[in-house]
């Protein structure tokens, strides 16, 4: 085979990747390790920041997106029984979309297959060759056949443990990391959501986030130890600590029923650099991971997207390789900037085991400063509906 473009990986940033690429007459093949319907079974954030809404208009999938997401102008964040909100619409004019990463998923797959474009699922042993030439090639097996793919460029969507950052020699990539001591407990419920906007908790027993995904869908988290099993929390046992860590006001207003699904989520600060070898580039946990305090995730590979998107196109439409060759570059400089905040509101609003009285009272400070003053609440806004492209 051969294609302009190879996608490995197709979960949402490999197909909007594909997708920008396809209106502008790039053909592009996506490789995908599972089947559609193991990936449209992931659950995962549902926060989109504006950046990421206008890509997928772009993208010309966007018309269920704009019908369906609820609009969110601000957030919550609690500290005990007090809670203050940050209203991103008054402060800089602009606000965050609600629309579940498993809808943006789906709307993708559905334009994909309109348009007759190329996607092979069920793929293994990926290997990606030559990418430190001008003739970088894929091999994979598929139905028990071995394929090849010659191509110009590969792009590196598949995650965190997939082959893409692999492929880079260890003697160019440099990796920094943050592990945190203590996940995230999460459920999905079919119960309405508590509150019409999004509430972060810290409390003496540990962080709370109180989500949704609709109106008739929630999705809760519990801060918890590296060592818990989402077995060893009942149902019942995960809403009582909920209501402990959310104010009283709002926990009399909860409305609990059976977890639909449950898992837990460690949480990593992560970023390799560069996210450029020849011909390959790293988009999203291919490259870099937050905490999902902040909702990031998702939108930093969209930033990625974005930066490779407009310099493949300026390769293939004006022969110009500043896009691409600066692509590493772009893409990191908003990475960590996405990477301190995410990094900086897990440290407000959790509870660590080393934490000191000091620490604490540090904490609390930051809290209440984010409270009383409205240019620290600018800050915060500005970097939560998501910094320019």
Known sequence: MRSQVVIVGGGPSGLLLGQLLHR???????LERKTRDYVLGR??????????????????????????CFIHEGTQIADGNEMFSVNFQELIGESV?????????????DAREAAGARTIFNVDDVEICGADTEAPFVTFTAGGQSHRIDCDFVAGCDGFHGVSRQTIPLTVRKEYEKVYP???????????PVDDELIYANSERGFALCSMRNANLSRYYIQCSLSDRPEDWSDA??????????????ADKLVTGPSIEKSIAPLRSFVTEPMRWGRLFLCGDAAH?????????????????????????????????EGIDRYSEKALARIWKAERFSWWMTT?????????????????????FLRDNVDAQRVMATNYVGLPF
Do not use: C
Not at 293 to 316: C, E, P, R, V
């Open 182 to 192: 203590f996940g995230w407990l999460g459920i999905l419920s079919e119960t309405p």
């Open 97 to 109: 979309v609600l629309y579940g990463q498993t809808e943006v998923t789906r709307d993708l797959y």
């Open 43 to 68: 659950i995962r954030a549902g926060i989109l920041e504006t950046g990421f809404v206008n890509l997928m208009r772009e993208a010309g999938v966007a018309e269920r997106l704009d019908r369906e």
């Open 289 to 321: 991971i937050v905490p999902p305090t902040g909702a990031k995730g998702l939108n930093t590979a969209a930033s990625d997207i974005h930066y490779l998107y407009h310099g493949l196109m300026q390769f293939y439409e004006d022969k110009d390789s």
């Open 24 to 30: 502008r007459g790039v053909d592009a093949v996506v």
């Open 348 to 368: 407000l609003l959790h509870r660590f085991p080393e934490m000191t009285e000091f620490d604490l009272k540090m904490q609390q400070a930051d809290i209440a």
């Open 237 to 250: 046992a995960f809403w009582d600590e909920l209501r402990r860590r959310i104010p009283e006001h709002v």
